[in-house]
């Protein structure tokens, strides 16, 4: 198969008129830099961004003529492959990532990386590629979907239908997924659908994204699409269900988590402090209020058990503290002496004062 880069630049020969191949080359960052605004190359020429744009037109009119296209059917033929594997329908950034594989001649192990000037001209090149085939369709970004390739029009309606059927489970049920059960929620109003097609239409929805853990869920969910220090710890504890020290949870942060920012132990202990989603159980022992865990001291945990249940044993008291706090039995009965909240009985059972 011929490296899509190498194809492209030969057929931009194919155009007689040297100005009008640099405009498709800096309209498509062909150029080794990135895509220019109409206005930036009328800038360079001394053209208004009309006269830009009717350049770019004539010039891939040029390219759509039939023994340029008879060039372009092979790889052509390769990439429709790939679009009617995934539902006929692939996020833009998704299909580029996984088509610059044919840029990488054969027998070379290592793959291109994104900040690779390689890289880029690949995708520019098959961007232009997909432009001028007629099979493929490009669809704009708008508030549900991000820019996507399609060969079938109708594939548009059935990724709306499968992002529908994943946001009335999360909206009921309030729990994220694995893909393996996506897939059967999903499939089970569009039975037809293959996994990977799946796959693909929910990443082209603005909805629903995934998480370091690999759960599927709403994209505003903390822990799905954490935005902050508070939100990454939640997500962190959310996934290990247990409480743990802040400094556990700085770590975690730092080795379970993609960031481009490293995470301080100070920065998480004041931002578990500020947020009534975690609860201070131990010294610096957190866990989430959602687990039935409720904020307070140890005397606040003791006066709500006694006010609730009634008069107790000490050792029943200790057995319910210690349930919802990560302490030492001492410091539970030393909090029981005092009087101005508890008294005890004559049977040596403890009571609110």
Known sequence: MEN???LVSELLEE???RRTQDVIRRRFGLAGENPQTLQEIGEQYNITRERVRQIEKNGLDHLTQSKIQLKLKPLEDEIFSYFKDYGDLRREEKAFDDLVCFCIPAGRPAQMQKDDNEYALCRAALNLILTLSRPFERMPEDDQFHPAWTI???SVKTAKKAVDSAMKFFNKNHEPLK??????????????VSDKAVLSYIDASKQINQNDF????PSEWPEISPRGVRDKAYLILKKEGRPFHFSEVTDLINQQLS????????TVHNELIKDPRFVLI???IYALGEWGYEPGTVIDV???ILKKEGSMQKEEILKKVLAKRLIKENTILINLQNKKYFKKLEDGRFAVA
């Open 179 to 192: 893909d393996a059960e996506l897939y059967g929620i999903i499939k089970k109003n569009l039975p037809n």
């Open 302 to 304: 003791i006066f709500q």
């Open 259 to 266: 960031s481009s920012r490293q995470a301080y132990v100070q």
């Open 15 to 17: 155009i007689n008129n």
């Open 4 to 6: 899509p880069y190498v």
């Open 282 to 284: 131990g010294r610096g």
């Open 152 to 154: 079938n029009k109708n």
């Open 214 to 217: 690999g759960q599927f869920g």
